[in-house]
């Protein structure tokens, strides 16, 4: 099993541009699954993690309802956004500026398959990077994510996740808000969730953070969860 992981920061980049490097990279690894079975072969497969930063945009999950876009094709051009139905789990959210999102395309085979872990230990992870930060991250049953004051009339989303898998192998991830501009979410229903608020470390910390040091935190505490062997750094897929 391979349980190094190919680190790429492809710091802004545009959402669709992206999407479609993700889908090459989980395909790729399919493919080799398949070859091995196919041809009896014992090739390793190969892990990635994606960070980035992207572009004002909304995006719908493949059961995820269209009513939770407020905005009209006219209004999303006039705030400068774009929006993609696509094919992860979970309803609608924003990604923007400000927001580090983690992509992780990993073989499960490598580290384990089970799906319900590996989302709990996707949330783990932030949960504990923003516990560095004086923050208590919790899980809200039912509603994947990381959320402050759970049960309490301020509950409010500051991490959210949805993924794909094919084949034990994953996509899509998480987006943490940092410095985010949180009047984004204005724009819709946050995941389908009616009357719940959303935060960003810099609403509750009354400072802007540094992105490249929240990104160490994640990567210290997912190696630490995933048990990763070794980050290993490339400029570009």
């Not at 940092?178 to 608020?197: E, H, M, Q, S």
């Not at 990567?219 to 570009?236: G, M, P, R, S, Y």
Request: charged share 30%; glycine share 8%; hydrophobic share 35%.
């Amino acid at each position: 099993m391979n349980k190094n992981v190919f680190l790429v920061d492809l710091f802004q980049k545009d959402y669709k541009d992206t999407w479609d490097m993700q889908s090459d990279l989980l395909q790729g690894i399919v493919d080799q699954k398949i070859k091995n079975r196919r041809e009896e072969l014992t090739e390793q497969t190969n892990n990635y993690f994606l960070f980035v930063e992207h572009p004002h945009v909304y995006t719908l999950g493949k059961s995820g309802d269209l009513s939770n876009l407020l905005l009209n094709e006219e209004q999303l051009k006039n705030k400068g956004a774009t929006f993609y139905k696509i094919n992860r789990g979970g309803d609608i959210t924003y990604h923007g500026p400000g927001q580090v999102v983690g992509y992780p395309i990993l073989d499960l085979e490598n580290f384990f398959t089970d799906i319900h872990k590996y989302l709990r230990l996707l949330e783990e992870t932030i949960i504990r990077v923003i516990a560095e930060y004086g923050l208590k991250g919790e899980r809200s049953e039912g509603e994947t994510g990381v959320w402050l004051d759970v049960g309490t009339p301020f509950a409010r989303k500051i991490c959210a996740m949805g993924i794909r898998t094919s084949r034990w192998v994953t996509m899509h991830g998480f987006a943490l808000n940092v410095n985010t501009d949180l009047g984004y979410f204005d724009n819709i229903i946050p995941c389908g969730i009616r009357g719940k608020a959303v935060a960003s470390l810099e609403a509750e910390l009354g400072r802007k953070l540094d992105l490249e040091e929240v990104k160490e935190k994640i990567l210290k505490h997912f190696k630490e969860l995933f048990e990763v062997e070794d980050f290993i750094k490339k400029a570009n897929i």
